[in-house]
């Protein structure tokens, strides 16, 4: 018999908007501000190693529900949840079907571990899922089920909901945490140094984070994110795109993360984690 696979956790960044399908300047090197995302997103399935039977993917654009709430749907449809782009942007397609079954056992181990949950049966593919995926896994056929953050953004009650999915691990199952670990979009085309040296320490902190292999150690040094001034000038308005990465710091259990990309925009640091 082949021994089991576990597979990893994974916080990744989806980038800004629809930015694969848009042109940007390029630098003196001839290189646009997202390429180095790109290259990374197309190399992720052989980053991962195995192809997974179904991915549950947390999205940092699923935001405002009172308790995780799961996508249902068999055959999702798209969701353009952003704004003045070109036309061709809102006629993309990604018909990766999706996993009621799925969808189905992620409840079931949220309820078995004392957390609420609801289903969304309707609810489309947001480009915190779409846009990554689309060059992670073009051809569309993993089976998909999105789940959402709770509102409260809060950091204990994100690590329990991912310690709870833990088992996804051994089912075959891939849990990709989509957001951004920089996302001030005020700052974000702008070079000005102090911030562009916040965010650097801000993302030296988070891959040090990580790095810790105790899950409660590891949750309770994120905890202390909003005691750190670089990482409060790094999330602006809103922390929504960190919240991801408490979930997949709770679905890694006793497997430390490591940094496994890292892309500058006008000079910030933004980064890419696996657990295990």
């Known amino acids: 018999m082949s021994k089991p696979i576990r597979f990893p956790v994974y916080f990744i960044p989806h980038g800004g908007g629809p930015w694969p399908f848009l ?3 390029k630098d003196e090197q001839g290189k646009g501000p997202w390429d180095d995302l790109g290259t990374f997103l197309r190399g992720f399935a052989n980053e991962v190693g195995h192809k997974p039977k179904a991915i549950l993917v947390v999205s940092g654009h699923w935001e405002k529900e009172p308790v995780p709430t799961v996508s249902s749907a068999p055959q999702p449809g798209m969701l353009f949840d952003y704004y003045n782009f070109p036309p061709h942007t809102y006629e ?3 018909p990766a079907p999706g996993s009621p079954v799925l969808a189905a056992r992620v409840r079931a181990l949220l309820s078995a571990a004392g957390i609420d949950s609801a289903e969304d049966a309707e609810r489309g593919y947001d480009h915190g899922v779409f846009i990554p995926l ?4 073009p051809d569309a ?23 709870a999915l833990e088992p996804l691990r051994d089912e075959e199952v891939l849990i990709i945490a989509s957001g951004m670990s920089y996302h001030n979009m005020r700052m974000f085309r702008q070079a ?4 562009v040296q916040q965010a650097v320490r801000f993302d030296t902190w988070l891959a040090d984070a990580v790095k810790i292999n105790d899950v409660d150690e590891r ?7 909003e005691q750190n001034s670089d990482a409060q000038a790094c999330h602006v308005p809103d922390h929504d795109h960190l919240v991801p990465l408490f979930v997949a710091a709770g679905a890694a259990g006793v497997d430390a993360g490591r940094q496994v990309f890292q892309g500058h925009f006008l000079g910030k640091p933004y980064s890419g984690f696996r657990f295990g």
Do not use: C, Q, R
Request: glycine share 4%; no cysteine; aromatic share 10%.
């Open 192 to 195: 000005e140094p102090g911030h």
């Open 141 to 163: 056929d993993v089976p998909i089920t999105v789940m959402s953050l709770k509102n409260t953004l809060d950091v204990e009650s994100h690590v329990a909901i991912g310690k």
């Open 134 to 137: 689309m060059l992670a896994y």
């Open 23 to 25: 042109e940007f300047p």
């Open 92 to 94: 993309l397609s990604y």
């Open 219 to 225: 949750a309770a040094k994120l905890s202390t994110w």
